[in-house]
């Protein structure tokens, strides 16, 4: 590897770790700020949370690279131009697609490492990341009693405490509402004092109280007419024993979850693709079968025949009609009535095959247009940091969040258009990359034919001069 290659690439390996760590950071913080509420307060740990991010993280990376690769693209060649390294180099006779060779390589086995990534490990990382991710919301959270509120986080009771004594778990003025024997607060505990601890690992919660009272309602008698009847037990302590084991983390079998579309790889997305389809073409090949038994050929002779041009048809229209044909009437439009009826549910389950076989096809085709993506980030990055000439993270930032916007705006619009059969589905997933391809290219033939139509500098002269002939 010749010299310019290894400071190009040094150049540019820097600047893109960064900001892939970056942009991996801001993405996935975004992904799971919508499920901070389901997460927070239930005492998993550090280490189930630093799994969880793990798998989210593997998943936000095809997502993430092309971004990396456009920001570090322009940081990179930016920066050589704007230290007029770039200039140097042209100028020894090195045209600038060779100076841009080590990067496109570099990008191009990015972008086919990025597809076995996003085919073979992405798949298995959101099986365990949604299936962990379940699992903590079935998760209830830690208890947490308040003075002088009801906590209802333990199945079947009601407790209330209104003083806490420490930190040793002493409380006083404890209320209890039992309903484990169903009614309607039909046993009561108030006790003076008590202590909490847990007991069995943590699997229990162990109540004790002194000095209080049981009251029962036994309404027994009450079906019979005679009056409810409360019982009165008084106790110096008494112990009380609650399962937290609803309040453990308990993990789900990943097999209810490997079915979809997001934990398969191209082959099993295929397949599945492929029967929906079928499923799709045998609903339809059948249907002038299934609709033919509702139709019945009816005749009435010419006599009858004078009710038939009728337009209007209502209750009035059908009493002035003979029996015979009010009968055989009544007899058609109910047949309509079954035809429409059944013709309306047939479009709608043949619209839920097809959008769900564009569903599976459209993750299919997004393994690939993630990896191509790369490559046109490239191709856009390299030739406009050539241009522009400014390095650092001013102007590069805002250009490639704009293209980033443009990309992700134009992906999810051919994502939604192919989900609804708009258009063909390879169709609307290539199209944003079908898009910026002549972006890219325009760019490179500028930056190879070193004109400064782009540049800043020119637009501040044109302002300036238009600035000046108005005065």
Sequence with gaps: MKKLDKLILRSFIGPFVLTFAVVEFILLTQY?????????GKDLGAAIFGELLFYFSLNMAPVALPLA?????????????EHHELTAIKTSGIALPRILRPVLIFSVVLAISAFFFNNYVVPRANLKAYSLLWDIRQTKPTMNFKEGAFYNGIPGYSIKINEKLGDDGNVRDVMIYDHTQGGNNTRVILADSGRMYTASNDNYLVLELFKGSIYVNQ???????????????????????????????????????????????????DFITDSLHTQAGNEHSRFIANVDPFY???????????????ARINEEFDKQLPEPVATTYVMAKNKARNIKNYTTGYIERLNSTIREANNFEIEIWKKYTQSASIL????????????????GLGVPVIISIIFFIIMYVLSILGEKWARESLVPVPVGMWASNAILLPIGLFFLYQARHDSSLLEFDLWRKIMARLRRSKI
């Design 219 to 269: 309404n027994s008698g009450a079906f019979q007419g005679s009056s409810e009847q409360f019982v009165r037990q008084r106790f110096g302590e008494s112990k009380l024993m609650f399962s937290l084991a609803s309040f453990n983390l308990s993990r789900t079998r990943e097999e209810y979850f490997a079915d979809n579309k997001m934990m398969k790889n191209i082959s099993e997305l």
């Design 296 to 310: 019945m050929y009816l005749s009435v002779d010419t006599t009858k025949a004078k009710y038939s041009g009728r």
């Design 69 to 81: 690769v456009l920001l570090s693209a322009l940081m990179t060649f930016g920066t050589l131009g």
């Design 32 to 40: 799971m700020l919508k499920y901070l509420d389901e997460l927070v």
């Design 376 to 391: 046109i980030m490239f191709l856009i990055g390299a030739p406009l940091g050539a241009i522009i000439k400014k390095g």
